[in-house]
């Protein structure tokens, strides 16, 4: 007699050389080290040759510090479209890119050379900071590879190349076509620490303490002959503020024309403020009884006029829109050189902006009183003179959001400098590119008011920088008049200097060699001129990288996709929509996809500060780069994306399912070849048939899926289908069959047909969101005939065509619903130790009438479903099906643990029930 171990012989059971541990970070890098050999991204782009493109345009990260989870989080989500679009049979070449000027890496390379840059010329600085970029391009270009990202990584474009530093100048040199460019003095964001101007997007608001202080202005005008109640009164306006510092720079007081405002008296004194802050203004001031003497309009206040408070000086009235009485006294201290607004009004009223202030933010000897001393240090001093000759009335601090250098994180200023501008409205910039937001998709529907609402608000483009790492302004100043210079001719004359010899040579070269040659001064004749040295706002340079598109035919402009975190709307977006628009009269993008920004498990943003940073780099270390674009896969990354070590648990036993699951698929399909031993579907088993059809929906669904970029839908759709459809139904209703089988029967080839199917499609659909283990997998997947060499190349399944018919599809939902009543009933019997394993069972179903005879004849399909010995159909006269279990008749089959009365009745294999006696007669049960 046979024993246990034989029969166990007998059974097919699974093989493969896919392990169940992943060892993913000994197997990442061994499948980088092959994709490198074999020049996989090459053989991907051949094998798409002449196809349709898909553009993906890569935003160029800053070329300092080793990349954070945010930086891995764009990339990983930018792969996942490359992939994708490629497998979906685009054309889709990456060519990433690199930020490479401006403020950071210069103070960087400022702090490395100490003492020693005084002692080195300007060119030999730019060659410091062009050494430490490359450095890191190198160490983030290690970084984005081990991420399983494909692309162009040995020839990216960086932003200080010659060919792209000339293509920045022949974009300015359109804006000055289009008469766009102005010098012109303006407040803008002004870093004292940075010494340097700022665009909107350098900026970031923190809250900030400041003084609030109220003080008086006497008036110089009698308010009499607007009320006669007044006449001959000594009367002060109050104004409110949060920064004492720009009173030496007031110029005027501004007013809402249509407030009514009050003149109230207190004490021996009556001040002029907003009527309805009168209540409140008197209670923050402590005068116990304010006495309304006269009401007027604020119309009528404008041209009159106020003594500064403490300069020899008078303040004139003025008028604006924006005054609100949401705080303050309604009326507003207004210093043209120091805010925007108060520019535009003080343009208005023909008042200059007004600026002592350097550029180290310290007062010039303007204001004698102050001169030297630093803005913010001389706040406390200035009120306390104020409170000293009794024109401070009142002063306490408040909290508020204030903006920052997003660089050295200091406190900011507005300056008024004399700075290069890109006008919007001159040419109808603004206009232009508004009409162009409308025609781009944006992902989230949400961006598309967010940079409308950015472009319709913005003032002009501050593009000049005082700072020597990036491209040169070409402009010019005649020595003998002082004529500036600037124009599109000569500035495409300097661009064809730059892409032969690169932006050194504005440093190197004297102002003669870089005009055209016989440039005369149009104002007075001379022919010396001096070159300016400002350089161009890194937003214009990088706004410029859509230059890369166009030049090559696999490369077209303007791009199907651009893809960053949502901060991008004021930034990049932005600076490349008024670049496409201005120079090509098109947005640079079809569609515009934002994502979110990475938080830790609690939701706070990761900071040096709170000590909550998760490299990247370790991450890898200790689980792979798999689980961190497991994670990317499994979030909706459009919104803000927490990450932290319980969440990895989290990643680490998902990974472990998908990675099972394509074990136990590989494991069944050793002895199978597809390509001879596939069965048409008509020749298959129905419950194969049904598994196929559940693979079509979920395949249909995944693409949907990728096209709409909803990727943690692909992978919620197929990681669903894993585990109900899968692990918990099909697979584990399949085992009997496929162990216990003869390998080479109808039946088994019907089950490995379809594991193979589901296995090939859902390796080739997962493959742009886990390169590495689809990658893996497919190497142990059995040839086929077009098998390419690496998954990678292949193109992903369409939804199969042989799905199930409504009749069949009705069958199956019929069937399952029973199967779930019988498990229930199953689970009771366990409970009531009636049963150990569901093979112990005999179900009964009692079937009323009429269906009686249609599931007796799917009695053996129910056992099947349900994982019983048998399941018999008796007539009953109720309305619903009663289920009951009973303990299954006959022996327990020793191979295959079926319990049947069959067991027993054979003399060679007493032990063995008719099925797997056939199957070992047959001498086709063994696994090979
Ligand atoms: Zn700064
Ligand atoms: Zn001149
Ligand atoms: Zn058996």
């Given amino acids: 007699m046979a024993d246990e171990k034989d029969y166990k012989n007998s059974l097919n059971l699974p093989q493969t050389s896919f392990a169940m541990k992943a060892k993913l970070t000994e197997m990442e890098p061994a499948m980088l080290r092959k994709w490198e050999s074999i020049g996989l991204y090459d053989k991907i782009i051949a094998s798409r040759k002449g196809r349709e493109t898909f553009i993906l345009h890569d935003g160029p990260p800053y070329a300092n510090g080793l990349i954070h989870l945010g930086t891995a989080m764009n990339k990983i989500l930018k792969d996942f479209i490359v992939k994708s679009k490629t497998m979906r049979g685009f054309l889709s070449p990456y060519l990433p890119g690199w930020d490479c000027h401006g403020l950071p890496i ?402 190197t070269k004297p102002a003669a060699e870089l005009l055209p040659p016989g440039t005369l001064c149009p104002k007075c004749g001379g022919r010396d001129f001096e070159k300016e040295n400002n350089i161009l706002d890194v937003w214009f340079e990088s706004g410029a990288s859509q230059n890369v598109l166009g030049r090559r035919p696999d490369l077209p402009w303007p791009a199907d996709v651009y893809i960053e975190g949502h901060d991008q709307h004021r930034g990049w977006f932005n600076s490349s929509l008024l670049v496409g628009v201005e120079s090509r009269g098109a947005s640079p993008f079809r569609t515009c996809i934002t994502h979110g920004f990475v938080l830790d498990e609690q939701g706070r943003a990761m900071s040096k500060s709170a000590g909550n940073i998760i490299a990247p780099r370790d991450v890898i270390a200790a689980n792979g780069a798999e689980i961190l674009r497991l994670w990317i896969a499994m979030l909706n990354f459009k919104e803000d994306a927490p990450f932290g070590k319980g969440i990895v648990q989290h990643l680490v036993e998902a990974y472990r399912k998908i990675r099972n699951t394509w074990r136990f698929l590989l494991g069944n399909l050793s002895d199978f070849r597809p390509d001879a031993d596939s069965l048409d579907p008509a020749d298959m088993e129905p419950f194969d048939r049904w598994a196929m059809d559940r693979t079509s929906a979920v395949t249909r669904r995944m693409l949907e899926a990728y096209d709409a970029y909803e990727f943690h839908a692909v992978f919620h759709a197929a990681f669903q289908f894993f585990t109900v459809d899968l692990s918990a139904f099909y697979l584990d209703v399949l085992k009997d069959r496929l162990y216990c089988s003869a390998a080479g029967s109808r039946i088994r080839r019907s089950a490995q047909t379809a594991l193979f199917r589901i296995l090939r499609d859902s390796l080739r659909l997962l493959a742009p969101l886990l390169p590495f283990t689809t990658e893996e997998a497919w190497d142990a997947l059995p040839a086929f005939a077009g098998k390419e060499e690496s998954i990678h190349m292949a193109f992903f399944p369409e939804p199969g065509e042989d799905g199930l018919t409504a009749e069949e599809r009705k069958r199956w939902d019929g069937l399952l619903e029973i199967r779930d009543q019988v498990l229930k009933e199953l689970e009771k019997a366990r409970e009531a130790k009636l049963i150990g394993n569901a093979l112990e069972a005999r179900i009964v179903l009692r079937v009323p009438g009429p269906r009686a005879n249609e599931l007796e004849a799917e009695s053996g399909s129910l056992a099947v479903l349900c994982i019983v010995s048998e399941v018999a159909v008796e007539e009953a006269a109720g309305p619903d099906i009663e289920i009951r279990v009973e303990k299954a008749r006959g022996e327990k089959c020793r191979r295959c643990w079926n319990f049947s009365p069959s067991v027993g009745t054979s003399s060679a294999h007493p032990d063995l029930c008719r099925r797997c006696e056939d199957v070992l007669a047959d001498g086709k049960g063994a696994a090979s």
């Fill in 106 to 507: 210069e103070i960087h390379v400022d702090k490395l050379l100490g003492d020693k840059k005084k002692d080195i010329p300007l060119t030999a600085f730019r060659e410091e900071c062009k050494a430490y970029a490359l450095k890191y391009i190198d160490i983030q270009r290690g970084d984005f590879k081990r991420l399983g990202v494909f692309g162009e990584w040995d020839d990216p474009y960086l932003t200080m190349k010659p060919s792209y530093e000339a293509d920045i100048l022949r974009n300015l040199a359109s804006f000055f076509a289009a008469g766009d460019v102005y010098k012109g003095k303006r407040p803008v964001h002004w870093c004292p620490t940075c010494r340097t101007a700022l665009a909107e997007a350098e900026i970031v608001y923190k809250d900030k303490k400041s003084p609030s202080i109220y003080v008086k202005f006497p008036l110089v005008s009698d308010l009499g002959t607007l009320a006669p109640a007044l006449k001959g009164k000594k009367v002060s306006v109050i104004i409110w503020t949060t920064t004492p510092w720009t009173l030496p720079a007031n110029l005027a007081v501004a007013f809402h024309p249509e407030y009514e405002y009050a003149v109230f008296e207190a004490g021996t004194e009556a001040y002029l403020v907003a009527k309805r802050l009168v209540p409140i203004i008197a209670e923050i001031l402590g005068f116990p009884s304010p006495k309304i003497l006269a009401t007027i309009e604020g119309r009528a206040l404008e041209h009159l006029k106020a003594r500064h408070p403490f300069l020899d000086r008078e303040s004139v009235f003025v008028l604006a829109d924006y005054v609100t009485l949401d705080d303050g006294t309604g009326c507003v201290h207004t210093a043209p050189g120091h805010g925007y607004e108060d520019y535009l009004t003080g343009r208005a009223y023909g008042l200059e902006p007004y600026t002592p202030v350097d550029d180290k933010g310290a007062f010039t000897p303007d204001v004698p009183k102050y001169a030297g001393m630093n803005v913010f240090k001389a706040n406390p001093v200035i009120n306390a003179d104020m409170a000293a000759d009794g024109s401070l009335l009142h002063q306490s601090e408040i909290v508020h959001s204030y903006p920052h250098c997003w660089r050295c994180k200091n406190p900011v200023i507005f300056r008024a400098t004399a700075q290069w501008f890109i006008s919007m409205d001159r040419s109808r910039l603004r206009q232009k590119t508004l009409d162009e937001i409308k025609k781009v998709r944006w992902i989230p529907a949400w961006g598309e008011e967010r940079i409308s609402g950015m472009v319709e608000n913005r003032p002009d483009w501050c593009i000049s920088r005082q700072r020597s790492w990036g491209v040169p302004i070409p402009a010019f100043a005649c020595s003998g008049c002082g004529e500036v210079l600037a124009d599109e001719k000569r500035t495409l004359h300097v661009a064809d200097i730059f892409e032969a010899e690169g932006s050194n040579a504005w440093f």
